[in-house]
């Protein structure tokens, strides 16, 4: 044999020997570019330098164990198609964090998810069982009161579902019962009906402002969403003139009261309704809008 082939040969084991060494080193990426080119052998044809596909599943299926393809986080492969590797806030070490909620924690915590996501953003993701695709007429989720009115486009991020304002009917029935609202109407408490001043009190915007707030995904939190809504709501009562008599029947027989201050009273209600009761919707919506990378 000639000291060529002889060289060839040789090179050609040696090939072969790298390749069952880096089979024992079962999950560590071997980069194929370092070893001398083998074609005959089929040793590098992958990043990982096994034969072929099934080649490779037979190893981890025989060895119990995974070999990774991308990135680590605190030793531990991430799927990048479904996951992140997050800081935790509190211990300040790397974990992995699901990209995107698709059941309902009952444990989500706003704050923390803002400062861990660091590169958190619109949800792109297709409807799933959290998230059902926005329809008017139909509820955005099972845990909602009333249907969707208004559907709004949002690029290539999941569409804004507005259903006005969300206090729950049995509220709405006690408001009106107990004279907070002069009108049993969840969008204008104050105008509608016989007697009143019609849309120029509504809160509808208001709240539509407040259901595209807690659907958008920026680093506020829920008061700055509720506050707004406040704010809103008070400048349309201001709209309504200072002197303005609004008659209906209460509980006493017919009854008499200044608009705007009723108008006013009812949205500082539905403001601290929402301070103290409203968590667990703001919750749902950042988990069905809000993707952590």
């Not at 803002?114 to 069982?129: G, H």
């Not at 969403?225 to 400048?235: E, G, H, T």
């Not at 709209?239 to 009723?262: C, M, Q, W």
């Amino acid at each position: 044999m000639s000291k060529l082939l002889c060289f060839k040969a040789a090179i050609a084991w040696m090939v072969v020997l790298i390749a069952s060494a880096s089979w024992a080193q079962c999950g560590v990426t071997q980069d194929c570019s370092l070893f001398p080119p083998a074609p005959t052998l089929n040793v590098c044809t992958a990043n990982l330098c096994f034969r072929n596909a099934e080649a490779r599943r037979e190893y981890e299926q025989k060895n119990n164990c995974t070999i990774f393809d991308g990135d680590l986080c605190a030793s531990r492969v991430v799927n990048a198609a479904t996951q992140c590797c997050v800081m935790d806030s509190v211990t300040q070490i790397s974990k992995i964090q699901q990209k995107q909620y698709t059941k309902l924690d009952k444990k989500f915590n706003w704050d923390i998810y803002s400062k861990e996501c660091t590169k958190m953003q619109q949800s792109q993701a297709k409807p799933d069982e959290l998230w059902a695709q926005c329809k008017v007429g139909q509820k955005h989720s099972a845990n909602d009161d009333y249907p969707v009115v208004h559907v709004e486009q949002n690029g290539s991020a999941r569409t804004y579902c507005i259903d006005g304002c969300s206090t729950p009917p049995e509220i709405v029935k006690l408001s009106a019962f107990s004279g907070i609202f002069i009108y049993a109407d969840r969008n204008n408490p104050t105008g509608a009906g016989p007697g009143g001043i019609g849309n120029s009190s509504s809160f509808f915007g208001a709240c539509s402002s407040h259901d595209k707030c807690y659907q958008t995904c920026i680093a506020n939190d829920q008061s700055v969403c509720d506050n707004n809504m406040l704010s809103d709501m008070q400048v349309v009562c201001n709209g309504i003139p200072a002197d303005h008599e609004t008659t209906f029947k209460g509980l006493l027989g017919e009854n008499s009261v200044n608009t705007r201050h009723a108008c006013l009273l009812a949205a500082e209600k539905m403001h601290t309704g929402l301070r103290k009761f409203g968590s667990s919707a703001f919750n749902l919506r950042r988990q069905q809008y809000c993707q952590c990378c």
